[in-house]
C-alpha cells in the first residue's frame, strides 16, 4: 500500500486555495455596494447588499439604449457557447470521418494543411473574417458571431486520432449488413464517440462562452453583447464623480464563471475518458 505523502497534500491544498481565492474574494466583493468597494478595496467577509446587486445585473436595463439586461448577455453567450461547440464538433466529425475512411490521394496532405491553422490564431484572420461577414450583411448577427469560427483543427485531430483507433472489423461488418457511408457515420461511429464528444464540447465551450475580441469586432447592437463584454463595459464607466459599478462587474464576473464550470462538472467523467481512451 502506498504511503500518503502530507507535503503532496500540503501541496495540492495550498495550489486549490490560491485558486480558489481570487472566486472567494470575488463573491464577497459582489455582496458590498460600489461606495464601499471603492473605498474599502476588494472585501473579504460577505455584506449585505447580494440581492438587490444581483437582482440589478440580471434584470435591470442599462447601456447607451437602456434596453439591455445582464439577462440578455447571459443568454447571447449561451448562445455562442453552445453554437461553437456544436457547430466545430459537427464540423470536426464530418471532416475526420471523410480522411480517415475515404481513401483519396492527398488525405494526410490536407489533413497537415487543416492542423497548420492552428498557428494562425484569430488576431491574424480577424481583419478579413470581418470583411466577408461585412460583406454578405452578417454583421449584428448569431450568424454573423458563430459560424466564422466554426473550423477547428483541435476537433478535427482528435476526431481523426479516435476514428483510426476504431477497428477495422466494425467497417467489413457494416459493409456486410449493407450499411452505406451515412448508416456507417450515424448508426456506429457517432455512439461510439460520445465520450469523444462531450470532452469537445466542454473544451469549444468554453472557448465560445470566453470570447471577447471577436464579438466587439461584430456586435454594435447592444442586443448582441455578450457578458464578456457587458463586464468590460461597466468597468470602463468613469464619468466625473461617477465611479464604476465594482459590485455589479464581481456579480457578473460570479456568474460568467456558473456555466463553464456546471459544464465541466456534469461531463468531467467523460472528458477525461475521452482524451485518454484510445483501446475500442
Not at 484569430?122 to 459560424?147: A, C, D, K
Not at 457578458?227 to 464623480?241: E, N, T
Amino acid at each position: 500500500m502506498q504511503k500518503i505523502k502530507p507535503l503532496d497534500h500540503l501541496i495540492l491544498i495550498l495550489g486549490a486555495l490560491f485558486l480558489i481565492a481570487p472566486v472567494v474574494l470575488a463573491v464577497m466583493s459582489s455582496t458590498h455596494s460600489a461606495v464601499w468597494i471603492h473605498t474599502n478595496g476588494i472585501a473579504l467577509l460577505p455584506g449585505t447588499d447580494a440581492y438587490a446587486t444581483y437582482k440589478k445585473v440580471l434584470t435591470a436595463r442599462g447601456g447607451f439604449t437602456g434596453d439591455v439586461t445582464g439577462a440578455r448577455m447571459i443568454l447571447n453567450s449561451m448562445i455562442m457557447g453552445i453554437g461553437f461547440a456544436v457547430g466545430k464538433i459537427v464540423l470536426s466529425m464530418m471532416a475526420a470521418y471523410a480522411l480517415v475512411y475515404f481513401r483519396f490521394r492527398l488525405a494526410t496532405l490536407f489533413f497537415w494543411m487543416i492542423f497548420t491553422t492552428l498557428l494562425l490564431p484569430l488576431e491574424v484572420r480577424i481583419m478579413p473574417s470581418y470583411q466577408v461577414m461585412s460583406e454578405l450583411h452578417l454583421l449584428n448577427t448569431y450568424t454573423g458571431l458563430i459560424v466564422p469560427l466554426l473550423a477547428s483543427a483541435t476537433g478535427t485531430f482528435y476526431f481523426r486520432q479516435f476514428f483510426k483507433s476504431v477497428p477495422d472489423e466494425l467497417l467489413e461488418a457494416a459493409r456486410i449488413d449493407g450499411a452505406g457511408p451515412v448508416k456507417f457515420f450515424f448508426d456506429i461511429l457517432v455512439p461510439l464517440s460520445r465520450t469523444m464528444m462531450a470532452a469537445i464540447f466542454i473544451i469549444m465551450f468554453v472557448y465560445g462562452w470566453n470570447q471577447y475580441l471577436w464579438p466587439i469586432l461584430m456586435t454594435t447592437d447592444e442586443h448582441f453583447y455578450t457578458l464578456m463584454r457587458g463586464i468590460k463595459s461597466i468597468l470602463q464607466v468613469w464619468v466625473g464623480s461617477q465611479i464604476p459599478d465594482y459590485n455589479e462587474a464581481f456579480a457578473l464576473a460570479v456568474l460568467a464563471m456558473i456555466p463553464p464550470v456546471f459544464v465541466v462538472v456534469v461531463f468531467q467523467r467523460m472528458f477525461i475518458k475521452g482524451l485518454t481512451e484510445s483501446d475500442k
